[in-house]
């Protein structure tokens, strides 16, 4: 008995050594704490530490946990990894994500057993791989929000056994396949939303039988097709479809909708009678499509409007002079259309009261701006001529091949004038069979890169025409430069040598030379070429052609020369008080300037997909023409230079005292539009600034003791303070900056508080 005893003792006395949070723990708790694990301690969670009890641990705007009893109820994490474009191709694990040694199966089977759960926020916390079905045990959840990891694959069926389910938010990943059409099973769905994934094909017309709907969101993929049946929604207030393939007439839409954004598409067709009508309307973006006809006046008119986007479509007829606007109106841009007559009197009237775009039509106003009559009255015949003339289809057979032929004539003339011109620089695809995959910094592999979508600036803009891009041979470059010597150069520029030249045509160029490596894919680098050319807009530098040096056998690349537009007119930072002030811009001039660079900025963001991002702003970038408009250079360059950065990169891990050199120094910068807000304190300030200073500059000058540059000083107070507004949000937190467009619009805002406040004085 003794020992049985003794026995029975020493387990009692063990069980009291036993740290007493382990022994009242919840299972619960125990759940979140294995969880925490598998996401690798993130430093948010080191809030757990403190409590024994999650159900009681400290709450913040990223980290929540609630309880019923001791069954977790809701679980809010918001980390900082955010997925960005072209960062994860659904293989390798790059670094914002979770490391490899992470197994998403594993952790959705931990967060299964929190079976109680109904509110569950995952967002940026480097979570990677497909979504398990199993995600659908969680029976009770009502609200579903993964947003901004590396989710990839399918979107998983079996979550429409989640009935009880209210929103679905899985924005910010890289989903791939169909928008399902197994959404009309969960009946209480409310909001649904999966922008900025790699969703494709159509919108299915399931979707216009979820009567519970109040959110449909899906912009940012490639989805194509018509816009399916919605007038049944009648509870449906937000609609964004923006930046897809969609290219269906506009339907009539449900009466209860507050946004509409239908941007960049290729809808056609006239804005039906119906957008009239939608008393509760107050934000309708319909610009970047394909509309034509006259614009229904009562869309000016409606209770609520207050900003209204028909830019950049075929937009014709005149307004009336009768139109009425909404007392709520701030902001109309009916910019690159083909309207014509009279503006009327209530836009007119409103104008210091709103932003008004109506640039690049045929009115009779700001005519600088504006294209001539015959321009709107010949596109106008045209869209109306094949409704009009039933020509008969021999005819229409003879006209289509006589174009056919003069097009292939053409190509065949051009092909043999490259190859005379630039023998060295075209290499042929086929010396050159199995190039190496591309695994790219920016996650573009070869094959996008040559099946990349282009949207043509010619039709957005209503821009002259650039010149085409073209092939130059190394002899040219030499003649234009006189062998490249010493009195052509200009400096080593942000990357790369720089040279001023002049074509036999007399035209002045600015080549930059950009020293390569002997692994460099041809084929890729072709690609990535190519892709570049693209890039025209009346903001952006022109590039007028490239050519590549090559060794002997056309193998490997020694060189490349990059051969842009000669802008004379100095750049940004020259034009600033601090350094001239005999050609110092005035706060409007610099308003004008930093507008442009943002649209710039937008269309690198979204013209062309991939986007290009990281594209090296900073003032002395900034280059100004004659008539001191904005132009950006050294854009997109990281798509060519990024073999560069990979083998400086290499040598310096083999080699610690190997000294970097100023391309890989430029390989890591920070996003544009933070890049941006330097731009704009300089322009406020009148200098440039580190990152510090600019940090204590921004300080002092929102608590109204910072010192402004002179020569803006004397500007409108509140244009100033909009400015300050904006720089002071792109300076900010990753997460807390404005996107491109908040840019441009508060840009667009301060000039026109500006524009008003000269014409008061």
Known sequence: MAPFCLSLTTFLLSLLLIPLSEQIQTPHTQLLLQMRKQLEYPKLLDAWN??????????SPNLSVACNGSSVTELKIVGEKLAKPGEYDGHSVPGKTLSAAFVVDSFVTTLARLTTLKVLI????????PLPDKIHRLYSLRVLDLSSNFLCGSIPPKISAMTKLQTISLDGNYFNGTVPDWFAALTNLTVVSLQRNRLTGPIPDSIGRISTLTGLVLSGNTISGEIPDLSRLNKLEMLDLRDNKLHSELPDMPTGL???????????????????????????????????????AALFSLPNISYLNLASNSLSGSLPESLTCSSHLG????????????????????????VLNFSWNCLPVDTQHQHDSEFCHLSSMNEMGPRKKNRPPLFAIVVVG?????????????FVYRRRNCHRAVVEQGLSPKPAPDNSAAGISSEFLANARYISQTMKLGTQELPTHRAFSLEELKEATNNFEQSAFIGEGSIGKLYKGRLENGILVAIRCLALFKKYSIRNLKLRLDLLSKLRHPHLVCLLGHCID???????????????????????????????????????????????????????????????FNNRLKANNILLDEHLIAKVSDYGLSIITEEIYKHEAKAECQNPTYRRSPYLEMAHLEDDVYSFGFILLEALMGRAFSKKGAEHCLKELTEQRGSLDPAVVSSSQESLSIMISITTK??????????????????????????AADGDQ
């Open 50 to 59: 403190n409590t024994d009890d999650l159900c009681y641990s400290p709450s």
């Open 258 to 296: 507050v946004t509409v954004l239908l941007s960049k598409n290729s809808l056609a067709g006239e804005i039906p009678p119906q957008f009239g009508q939608l008393d509760r309307l107050q934000h309708l973006d319909l610009s970047f499509n394909l509309l034509e006809g006259t614009p229904p």
């Open 402 to 414: 006589g174009i056919l032929f003069v097009m292939v004539l053409a190509l065949l003339v051009l």
């Open 550 to 612: 090559t060794e002997q056998d056309d193998s490997s690349v020694n060189r490349v020369f990059l051969i842009y537009e000669y802008v004379a007119n100095g750049d940004l930072r020259a034009h600033l008080s601090e350094h001239s002030l005999e050609k110092v811009l005035k706060w409007s001039d610099r308003l004008a300037v930093l507008i442009g660079i943002a649209k710039a900025v937008h269309f690198l963001h979204t013209g062309i997909i991939p986007g290009f």
């Open 122 to 129: 995952l967002v940026s916390l480097g979570i990677w791989g």
């Open 331 to 354: 902001f109309v841009d009916m910019s690159t259309n083909r309207l014509s007559g009279e503006l009327p009197s209530c836009l007119i009237s409103n104008s210091n009261k709103m």
């Open 730 to 755: 792109c300076l900010s937190q990753e997460s807390s900056r404005p996107s491109i467009e908040d840019v441009l619009w508060n840009l667009q805002y301060a000039a026109q508080v500006q524009a």
